[in-house]
């Protein structure tokens, strides 16, 4: 998502909050892929807890998940009106999984964009096969 969405809207108003936890034994806080995400909007929280994929695994609006009850690799897009107080407000859109789900993440993020800037967000189309002659 670096390079598809947040390289290509470099003067885009946005808040990026990586949380990233252990989810399979490989994982870990000395292993998470530091240069994956490395834009400067974007804020990284390693929680060791599982908190948050925990809160949002646990309420209906967000699916049902097999690992634990805890939402994990998704993304969660909130307008600029969000609050954040028993539950956060204002939800735009989500996806699961993040890379399985980026088209969605476009669409929901481009009216939140100038519209200069939504032009980028368009889901790519993919290649055509030339016609047989």
């Known amino acids: 998502m670096q390079d598809e969405i947040l390289d290509s809207l470099p003067s885009a108003d946005l808040k990026v909050y990586a949380v990233w ?9 000395e292993s998470w892929p530091r240069d994956l995400l490395t834009d400067p909007r ?8 599982r908190i948050v994929g925990r809160w949002y695994g646990g309420h209906p609006d967000y699916g049902t ?3 634990d009850g805890v939402l994990w690799d998704a993304w969660l897009l909130y307008g ?13 859109g989500w996806g699961y999984t993040i890379a399985g789900k980026r088209d969605e993440l476009r669409r929901s993020l481009a009216p939140l964009v100038l519209p200069s800037e939504a032009a980028v967000l368009r889901p790519r189309q993919p290649a055509r096969a030339a016609p047989a002659p």
């Not at 936890?21 to 806080?29: E, K, V």
């Not at 974007?42 to 807890?49: I, Q, S």
Request: without cysteine; glycine residues 4%.
């Open 42 to 49: 974007a804020l990284h929280f390693w929680d060791e807890g």
């Open 21 to 29: 936890f252990n989810m399979f034994s490989t994982d870990s806080r």
């Open 80 to 92: 600029p009106e969000a609050l954040w107080s028993d539950r956060p407000s204002h939800l735009v």
């Open 65 to 67: 998940f097999e690992e």
